[in-house]
C-alpha cells in the first residue's frame, strides 16, 4: 500500500477543492502503482482501485434563509431637536441647565432682563385706564344729553299746548292775535330744541363708540407688551435632553439668537440610502433589524416610518428614515447603526449547488434548471453507506446555494461532494468529516 502523507488541514478546504484532491489523491496513486508495478501487478492495482468505493463528503439538510439581507449604514439621531432662540433683546440673567442635563416641559430653564420692557408694559397699561375713564366720561355725557332731550320733549308738548289754547281764544276774540302767535313761536323753539337735543345724544353716543375702539386698540397694545415681557423667560417646548448651550449668564442676547438645544431622545432615527433596485422589498410600517457598534452585543428592533419620494440623480440611492425605540434613554446622537430590512421570506431548505448531481457539476445548457438530483446516504454502517438518488425541485439560487422546494427533508443526509459520479445504490465511502461519532457503550 502507499501511504499518502502530509494530507492538508480539511478545515482550510472546501468542498469544491476538497473534491479535486480526493480526484488528484486516486489519479496520482494509480500512476504511482501502474509505474512502479509489473503489468500484471499494475491491472490487479486498477481493478481494485476501480471496485474501492466512492469517497463523499455527507451534510445534514437544514432551513435557511437562502440571500441575507443587505446592511445599510446610518448615523443615530434624535427623533426631534428644537433650537430654542430669543425674540426679545435681553441680557442673560440666568441659565439654570447644562448639557447632558433632563428638562421637562413648560420648564423654565432661562431668564433675561426684563426692566424695559417691564416699563413698556406699564406704560400700556396706564394709557389703557385712561382711555377707559374716557369711555367712562362719554357714556356719562350721553346720559346727560338723553335727559336734555326729555326734557326739551316736555317743553315742546307744553308748549304745542299752549299754542293751541291760544288759538281757540284767539277764534273766540278772547285775545289779541299778537298773544297767540306769541305761544306758536314758542311751539317752534321748543320743537328746535328737542332736536338738537337729539342730536347731542347721537354725538355723544358716537365719542363713546370711538373712546370704546382705543380702549381696544390699547388692550391689543397691553397683551403685545405682556406678551415680549414673557418671552424673557425661555421655557422649555419639549422634554429632552440638552443638547447645546450657547450662551452662558451675562451676554447680551438678540432676537434670534440661538440659547440652547433641546434633544428628544425617547426614540431613535437613523437615515440610511438604499438602492433603488431594493426599494420595491420595502414598505412603511416595515420591521428592521438595527445594531449598533457602540453595542455589538444588542439588537435593536424599529420599523421604516418614512421613504422619501425622491432618489439622489447620480447615485440613484433613496433615503430611507427607520425609528428604533430608546426608553433606557442610552442610546445618544452620532452613533454609527447598521441596519438590516428584516425578510418577509420564509426560510427553506437550502443544499449547497455541488450536491445536485451528487457532487458533479451538472450540464443543463444555457439555462439553470428547475429541477435536479440529490443522493440521500442510507444504510451506513462503519465507514461506508449507501445512496439513494432523488429528484428534487429546485428554487432560487445565490451564493452557490440552492432553494429545495421538495424532495428533500430537513435532517436527512446528502452527499454534498464526491470523488467520481455516483450511481443510484452504489456504496460510498464517508470521509473524515461525514462520519458519525462512535457511540459510548
Known amino acids: 500500500m502507499i501511504e499518502i502523507a502530509k494530507m492538508p488541514k480539511l478545515a482550510k478546504i472546501n468542498l469544491n477543492q476538497y473534491h479535486r484532491y480526493l480526484g488528484s489523491v486516486l489519479v496520482v496513486?494509480?500512476?504511482?502503482?501502474?509505474?512502479?508495478?509489473?503489468?500484471?501487478?499494475?491491472?490487479?492495482?486498477?481493478?481494485?482501485?476501480?471496485?474501492?468505493?466512492?469517497?463523499?463528503?455527507?451534510?445534514?439538510?437544514?432551513?435557511?434563509?437562502?440571500?441575507?439581507?443587505?446592511?445599510?449604514?446610518?448615523?443615530?439621531?434624535?427623533?426631534?431637536?428644537?433650537?430654542?432662540?430669543?425674540?426679545?433683546?435681553?441680557?442673560?440673567?440666568?441659565?439654570?441647565?447644562?448639557?447632558?442635563?433632563?428638562?421637562?416641559?413648560?420648564?423654565?430653564?432661562?431668564?433675561?432682563?426684563?426692566?424695559?420692557?417691564?416699563?413698556?408694559?406699564?406704560?400700556?397699561?396706564?394709557?389703557?385706564?385712561?382711555?377707559?375713564?374716557?369711555?367712562?366720561?362719554?357714556?356719562?355725557?350721553?346720559?346727560?344729553?338723553?335727559?336734555?332731550?326729555?326734557?326739551?320733549?316736555?317743553?315742546?308738548?307744553?308748549?304745542?299746548?299752549?299754542?293751541?289754547?291760544?288759538?281757540?281764544?284767539?277764534?273766540?276774540?278772547?285775545?289779541?292775535?299778537?298773544?297767540?302767535?306769541?305761544?306758536?313761536?314758542?311751539?317752534?323753539?321748543?320743537?328746535?330744541?328737542?332736536?338738537?337735543?337729539?342730536?347731542?345724544?347721537?354725538?355723544?353716543?358716537?365719542?363713546?363708540?370711538?373712546?370704546?375702539?382705543?380702549?381696544?386698540?390699547?388692550?391689543?397694545?397691553?397683551?403685545?407688551?405682556?406678551?415680549?415681557?414673557?418671552?424673557?423667560?425661555?421655557?422649555?417646548?419639549?422634554?429632552?435632553?440638552?443638547?447645546?448651550?450657547?450662551?452662558?449668564p451675562g451676554d447680551l442676547i438678540q432676537p434670534g439668537n440661538e440659547v440652547l438645544q433641546i434633544a428628544d431622545f425617547s426614540r431613535i432615527q437613523v437615515r440610511v440610502e438604499v438602492s433603488d433596485k431594493q426599494l420595491g422589498n420595502i414598505s412603511t410600517g416595515q420591521s428592521i433589524s438595527v445594531k449598533l457598534d457602540a453595542f455589538p452585543q444588542e439588537t435593536l428592533n424599529g420599523q421604516v416610518t418614512r421613504i422619501y419620494p425622491a432618489a439622489d440623480a447620480t447615485a440613484r440611492l433613496v433615503p430611507i428614515e427607520v425609528v428604533i425605540p430608546n426608553s433606557n434613554g442610552k442610546i445618544g446622537s452620532g452613533l454609527l447603526a447598521r441596519v438590516s430590512f428584516i425578510s418577509s421570506n420564509q426560510e427553506s431548505v437550502v443544499v449547497p449547488q455541488s450536491a445536485l448531481g451528487g457532487g458533479q457539476r451538472e450540464q443543463t445548457g444555457q439555462k439553470e434548471s428547475n429541477t435536479g438530483t440529490v443522493f440521500i446516504v442510507t444504510q451506513e454502517a462503519e465507514n461506508k453507506a449507501k445512496v439513494v438518488a432523488r429528484p428534487v425541485t429546485l428554487g432560487d439560487r445565490a451564493d452557490g446555494k440552492v432553494e429545495v422546494l421538495s424532495g428533500l427533508k430537513v435532517g436527512e443526509r446528502y452527499v454534498t461532494a464526491s470523488s467520481k459520479p455516483l450511481k443510484n445504490g452504489e456504496t460510498v465511502n464517508l470521509s473524515i468529516l461525514s462520519r458519525k461519532p462512535a457511540a459510548k457503550g
Not at 474501492?52 to 449604514?73: H, M
Not at 328737542?194 to 363713546?208: F, G, I, K, N
Open 29 to 248: 496513486g494509480v500512476a504511482i502503482i501502474t509505474s512502479s508495478c509489473t503489468p500484471k501487478e499494475a491491472a490487479d492495482a486498477q481493478s481494485q482501485e476501480k471496485n474501492r468505493p466512492t469517497a463523499v463528503n455527507v451534510g445534514v439538510s437544514k432551513t435557511e434563509t437562502l440571500a441575507p439581507s443587505p446592511t445599510y449604514t446610518g448615523s443615530t439621531e434624535p427623533i426631534k431637536t428644537v433650537s430654542m432662540r430669543s425674540q426679545v433683546e435681553g441680557q442673560l440673567l440666568g441659565l439654570n441647565v447644562d448639557v447632558g442635563d433632563f428638562v421637562k416641559q413648560g420648564q423654565i430653564i432661562a431668564q433675561l432682563d426684563d426692566s424695559i420692557l417691564r416699563t413698556q408694559l406699564n406704560a400700556a397699561e396706564a394709557e389703557l385706564a385712561a382711555l377707559k375713564s374716557e369711555v367712562a366720561r362719554s357714556n356719562s355725557q350721553v346720559s346727560n344729553a338723553r335727559a336734555q332731550v326729555e326734557s326739551a320733549r316736555l317743553e315742546l308738548t307744553q308748549a304745542q299746548a299752549d299754542s293751541q289754547r291760544q288759538q281757540s281764544l284767539l277764534r273766540e276774540g278772547a285775545i289779541a292775535s299778537q298773544t297767540a302767535q306769541q305761544t306758536q313761536t314758542e311751539a317752534r323753539t321748543a320743537a328746535q330744541t328737542l332736536r338738537a337735543a337729539v342730536q347731542t345724544v347721537t354725538t355723544e353716543q358716537q365719542a363713546v363708540a370711538a373712546a370704546q375702539g382705543r380702549v381696544i386698540a390699547q388692550q391689543a397694545v397691553v397683551t403685545q407688551e405682556q406678551k415680549r415681557r414673557s418671552y424673557t423667560r425661555l421655557i422649555a417646548p419639549i422634554s429632552g435632553i440638552v443638547l447645546q448651550r450657547l450662551q452662558e
